[in-house]
């Protein structure tokens, strides 16, 4: 059973950066697809980065150019680096599957942005 634990969160102000870490354990699969979903108060989980064959990367509009995705595979770690964070970009994170939600979702982490 593949086992994901989010961390890096934190309270910022609007204009900082956060890094945002995803461990796999419990397989030993390389990890080939990954995203990166948050959960906003009141609104759906939405999937906002992922990673594909090929490094191949994709994100939401409203956090592109600002976030980017990284993995290694040797660490089976996932990254989101988070720049120029803005308020609407208070959630709670996960990761898992970019097309589909195959895993048991982690703990997440709380990022706050504030003004």
């Known amino acids: 059973q593949v086992q994901l634990v989010e961390s890096g969160g934190g309270l910022v102000q609007a204009g900082e950066s956060l890094r945002l870490s995803c461990v796999g354990s419990?397989?030993?699969?390389?990890?080939?697809?990954m995203g990166w979903y948050r959960q906003a108060p009141g609104k759906q989980r939405e999937l906002v980065a992922a990673?594909?064959?090929?490094?191949?990367?994709t994100y939401v509009d409203s956090v592109k150019g600002r976030f980017t995705i990284s993995r290694d595979n040797a660490k089976k770690t996932v990254y989101l680096q988070m720049t120029s964070l803005k308020p609407d970009d208070t959630a709670v994170y996960y990761c898992?599957?970019?097309?589909?939600?195959?895993?048991?979702w982690g703990p997440g982490t709380q990022v706050t942005v504030s003004s």
């Open positions: 419990g397989t030993l699969v390389v990890i080939n697809a």
């Open positions: 898992n599957g970019p097309d589909s939600p195959i895993y048991r």
């Open positions: 990673i594909r064959y090929g490094d191949k990367k």
